[in-house]
RNA sequence: GGCCCCAUCGUCUAGCCAGGCCUAGGACACCAGGUUUUCAUCCUGGCGACAGGGGUUCAAAUCCCCUUGGGGUCACCA
């Protein structure tokens, strides 16, 4: 029979959620998700000078926002609680005296001072840089004495002979030949167990099945493997998953770009195209779909299926897709979701939007085919809301409108064609009828009368419908927005 | 530098494991055209890749080897 299926994340609060993180996360959960198994959530906070309550909460935060959930964890506890490292301490001591007592693991007395000398001369003679061993050959009773004096000692594992090998998903089997793998410290001189040890001491005791984690964890591999030997327990299955690259080609740093995952959600980001967009990284439902959603993911998702290669975050096809979930949604959903931008911005209150909720509602319909985050959404609404003596004209609008030599003449003229009708409360269909006619009298072309109008109107040279622009902005604002481009487009 | 990993359009990828269906498919970006009062959307078309070299085979993007290139990692951090 074959074991029950358990995977975790066990991020470090030493910074905020990583969107490749994010994504190791998001894979593990769907592989869980997709078999029945179980998705638990560990916080490696066993380094305290870097390690915050802030960032756990952030990165519980962050994860939730994503739609992930948790079987067991920090928050919710479970069978294997807790599930912060630091509170497990008691037992990895335990743990690591079992090891030393069956010789897996030895005292080391080497200062520090020591070390660093060793490294330097392997390092300058272009050695592999590495513990060598000086004080694995001490005589228990030795060390004892040693101990006894009070010397201070680190724990370091005793790496035996042979070759390590273990089971890969993405890559296939790896083997590493032990004498590459240093005999690594595991407690640390002041008692603290590190990262290596301790990571496997949970995965042993919390039953993880399969260890599904970034690229840079692959050559702790073969430490936590022969950890599971000493241990007597069978090591679970791996799954390295390739890097995110930034447009450096190196692992994404914020060097060349946003790394945190909040970042993107604070820009405007969809949730469910973030998630869509994590999955498309590294992976593919089918090599033709690219829009799908977690239920299709949780479906079809196979650890064996992601890639091997890194892959470079691709900024530009995230925020197509963001458009595209933006296009997708419902006006209601957008128009709602979206509203925290728009007072963040400080362009009206909830209140006030709430108020003139139809109006909202229209003139979020006016950009919903033109936006791809609800911050840009904001942004191109923002003309509606300034005042209309502080509307700023951008160079391509200013552009657009002076290539027109009779801009001013024309933009008077029909200036007193739409007084009249705009007090007589036309409606926007008619308007707008009734303006193309009154170009083609003019023996105008069309853009001479509508470039200038917009520049005045909204200071954009892109937009919606005018007319419609002219119903949000009322006609008084109408009328004084284009006696306002008298001077200004001279 | 040692060790390890990786290699299909500029980018994300399908195909590779089980060789022929591949004159290599999709998407983003880009370019051109259509629609539109503009921008965007939408539609049509275009550009564009199996890193190189050896094998194995009737047949290789797919299997093997080498080279080159890129990356990861070398802590009493995780």
Redesign the pocket.
């Known amino acids: 029979m074959t074991q029950p299926i358990r995977v975790r994340f066990?991020?470090?609060p030493?910074g905020k959620l990583h969107i490749g993180g994010a994504r190791t996360a998001l894979f593990n959960w769907a592989y869980a998700r997709g078999r029945g198994g179980k998705f638990l959530l560990r916080i490696?906070?066993?380094?305290p000078?870097?390690s915050t309550k802030e960032n756990e909460v952030a990165i519980l935060e962050g994860l939730r926002w994503l739609g992930l959930d948790w079987d067991e964890g920090p928050d919710i506890g479970g069978p294997f609680a807790p599930y912060h490292?630091t509170l497990r301490l008691p037992r990895h001591k335990e743990l690591a005296q079992v090891l030393f007592e069956k010789g897996w693991a030895y005292r080391c007395f080497?200062?520090?001072e020591r070390?660093e000398q060793l490294?330097a001369e392997l390092s300058a003679k272009?050695?592999?840089?590495?513990?060598d061993g000086l004080c694995r050959r001490l005589s228990r009773s030795e060390s004892d004495a040693r101990a006894r004096d009070g010397s201070?000692f680190?724990l370091r594992f005793a790496v035996p002979e042979g070759k390590t090998r273990f089971k890969d998903h993405v890559?296939?089997d790896?083997?590493?030949?032990n004498e590459?793998v240093?005999d690594?410290?595991m407690v640390?001189?002041?008692g603290?167990p590190?990262?290596?040890f301790v990571?496997v001491c949970d995965d042993v005791d919390m039953q993880i099945s399969h260890v599904f984690r970034g690229?840079?964890?692959?050559?702790?591999t073969p430490k936590q493997v022969l950890l599971y030997k000493a241990f007597e327990r069978q090591a679970p299955e791996f799954g390295?998953l390739?890097?995110m690259?930034g447009t450096?080609?190196?692992?994404l740093s914020k060097r060349t770009g946003d790394t945190a995952l909040s970042d993107y959600r604070d820009q405007g980001f969809p949730r469910d195209a973030t998630v869509n967009f994590l999955c498309?990284?590294?992976?593919?439902l089918?090599?033709?779909?690219?829009v799908f959603g977690v239920d299709q993911l949780v479906a079809k998702f196979d650890i064996?299926?992601v890639?091997?290669?890194?892959?470079?975050?691709?900024i530009?096809?995230f925020?197509?897709l963001a458009?595209?979930y933006i296009?997708r949604d419902s006006l209601e959903h957008l128009a709602d979701i979206a509203k925290p931008w728009v007072v963040a911005k400080g362009l009206a209150t909830e209140a006030q939007l709430d108020a003139r909720r139809d109006w909202y509602l229209a003139v979020v319909a006016g950009v919903k085919?033109?936006v791809h985050t609800y911050s840009e959404l904001a942004d191109q609404i923002t003309y509606l809301f300034v005042a209309d003596e502080s509307l700023i004209y951008d160079e391509p609008a200013l552009k657009?409108a002076k290539k027109h030599e009779k801009r001013i003449e024309t933009l008077r003229a029909f200036h007193s064609w739409l007084g009249p009708r705009v007090a007589s409360g036309v409606d926007a269909a008619s308007l707008?009828e009734g303006a193309?006619q009154w170009v083609a009298d003019q023996g105008l072309k069309?853009?001479a009368l509508?470039?200038p109008l917009?520049c005045a109107l909204t200071g954009q040279?892109?937009?919606?419908?005018?007319?419609?622009t002219m119903t949000w902005l009322g006609g008084p604002s109408t009328l004084r927005r284009i006696e306002l481009g008298f001077e200004r487009l001279v």
């Open positions: 066990a991020p470090s030493t490696e906070d066993t380094d000078e870097r490292q080497c200062t520090r070390i490294n272009k050695e592999r840089i590495a513990y201070s680190t890559r296939g790896v083997e590493f030949a590459e240093e690594w410290v640390r001189s002041d603290n590190t990262y290596n990571v690229e840079e964890h692959l050559v702790n390295h390739p890097l690259l450096d080609k190196k692992k498309l990284q590294g992976w593919a089918d090599g033709s779909t690219e064996k299926d890639n091997k290669a890194g892959a470079i975050f691709d530009e096809k925020t197509w458009g595209e296009r085919e033109r657009g707008r193309k069309m853009p509508f470039q917009r040279a892109g937009g919606p419908d005018l007319f419609d």
